[in-house]
């Protein structure tokens, strides 16, 4: 079995702000798709370019690429129990 792919590690995480909580964070490598977000014909719903990475992450992700050393958002052992 793989080790599990955590976004706190990959080369592929976005924030918007220095400060997001981990909730918030995007993954570059899932774009919205063309016209996604639209409520109506003229109203467009803010939504950002990527996809959320809690939403794309199932622990498994074939696009996880581990980020260079200094790179990751925040350190691991902050995050352990």
């Known amino acids: 079995m793989r080790e599990p792919t955590y976004c706190i590690a990959c080369a592929h995480v976005y924030k918007e702000g220095k400060n ?5 964070w995007m993954c ?4 919205r798709g063309d016209g996604f977000g ?3 014909p003229g109203t467009w719903d803010n939504a950002p ?7 794309v992450n199932s622990g498994c992700c074939p ?3 581990a980020a260079a050393p200094g ?6 052992e902050a995050n352990s129990g």
């Open 38 to 40: 639209y409520v109506t």
């Open 49 to 55: 370019p990527y996809l959320f990475c809690k939403d």
């Open 20 to 24: 997001d909580p981990p909730w918030r």
């Open 71 to 76: 790179q990751m958002k925040i350190p691991m």
């Open 63 to 65: 696009l996880y690429e």
């Open 28 to 31: 570059v490598k899932h774009p």
